[in-house]
Each structure stands twice: as C-alpha cells, then as structure tokens.
C-alpha cells in the first residue's frame, strides 16, 4: 500500500511537530510519499524561521493521508474560514487524518472531529477545547486513534503518535525498529501522559 501524506504547512507551524513524525515517515519511502502542501504552495516559515518549499494540493485518486502540525500559527487560523474550508475538503479525500499538538484545534474547528475522542497539548488544553464542545477531548492521553483520525498531545508526542500509527499499519516490529535506528525511546502506551498532571 502506498500512501501520499499531504503535511498541511501555515507561518509559525512548529518545527518538531512536523519534523519529528516526518523523520520516522520518512523511513519508509516505500509506502509513504512526504508532501508537503500549503494553501498558496511557496516557502513557508516555522516558528523557529526554518523555510520549507510546498506544493499545492492536489486533487487526485492517490491514497491520501492528511497530516496536520501545530504551533503558534494556530491561533490565528483557527479564525481563518478560507483554510477551515480547505482543510475541511481536503479530510474528505483522506483515507487518514493526523494532528500532532494543537493541530487538533483545526479539526476541531472544521467540524472533523465531531463526536470523535481526540486529545492535544495539555498547556494548551483549555484553548482547544473551546474551540468545539462537540467533540469528546480526552484530557490524559499521549495519542488517540478514533476510526481513521489520528490525534497527539504536544509536539515530541507526535513522534509517538507517528511510530503508534506505523504500528497498526504495518506492525509493532517494523515500528521498534525505526524507533531503534533514529536513537529514539518511544513511549508505547498512548495512554501514558504525564504532562496532563503538570497543567491541571
């Protein structure tokens, strides 16, 4: 199975939350083809200043999955219609929906999650939930899969998520292993989250 990942960039989108799941995706060129999109295509500036070159979407056949980040630029686009719109559209045409940290609060936003358990960054945690009271927020929780959606609690937990999410697609084994190659210890039990208990 092949998949085209379309990593959803806006201005001060943060850095790990992309990089960091891109880094374990990455390693399996074979199945997942990284592309990262915006919604005028052109560089895109992180909050931390690091440019990236995006494509436009595109609309086609190819097996998609929608990756949504994080970061400072949330705030703001949150209140965006035209991108709400866009990401809305484009989590039609996706076999998979990922959000990493408040990334989560445009799903929310778009109406995605509606009635779906999902989580985020609990220092965040109060700004999000407000965003949509129609969806079921899980208050301690590293990453949470509901059907097809995938979401995770604040930036580094994106990396969990992103080896959580190799290991129902392809298996537990395949998962360890990219863990192992880039030195990473990954916590395996999405429900253990212990910057929950730091923000209450």
Do not use: H
């Not at 086609?60 to 400072?72: E, M, S, W, Y």
């Not at 059907?147 to 537990?172: N, Q, R």
């Amino acid at each position: 199975m092949n998949y085209r990942v379309d990593i959803l960039l806006f201005d001060k989108f943060e850095t790990l939350d992309v990089f960091g799941p891109v880094e374990i995706l990455g390693k399996l060129p074979e199945i997942f083809k990284l592309n990262f999109i915006s919604v005028d295509g052109g560089l895109v500036e992180s909050s931390q200043k690091v440019k990236v070159e995006t494509n436009l979407y595109t609309s086609d056949d190819a097996l998609k999955i929608l990756f949504v980040p994080g970061g400072n630029g949330t705030r703001e686009k949150v209140n965006d219609n035209e991108f709400i719109n866009f990401i809305e559209n484009m989590s039609k045409e996706a076999k998979y929906i990922i959000s990493v940290c408040t990334g989560s609060a445009l799903l929310a936003k778009a109406g995605i999650i509606n009635g779906k358990r999902a989580t985020t960054n609990k220092r965040a945690f109060k700004w999000v939930t407000e965003q949509n009271e129609d969806v079921l927020w899980v208050k301690e929780a590293r990453w949470i899969r509901d059907g097809k959606i995938f979401t995770s609690s604040g930036v580094s937990a994106g990396m969990d998520m992103a080896l959580g999410f190799i290991e129902e697609l392809i298996g537990k084994e395949k998962a360890l292993e990219i863990s192992k190659s880039i030195e990473y210890l990954w916590n395996e039990d999405s429900n253990y989250d212990p910057f929950f208990k730091m923000y209450e």
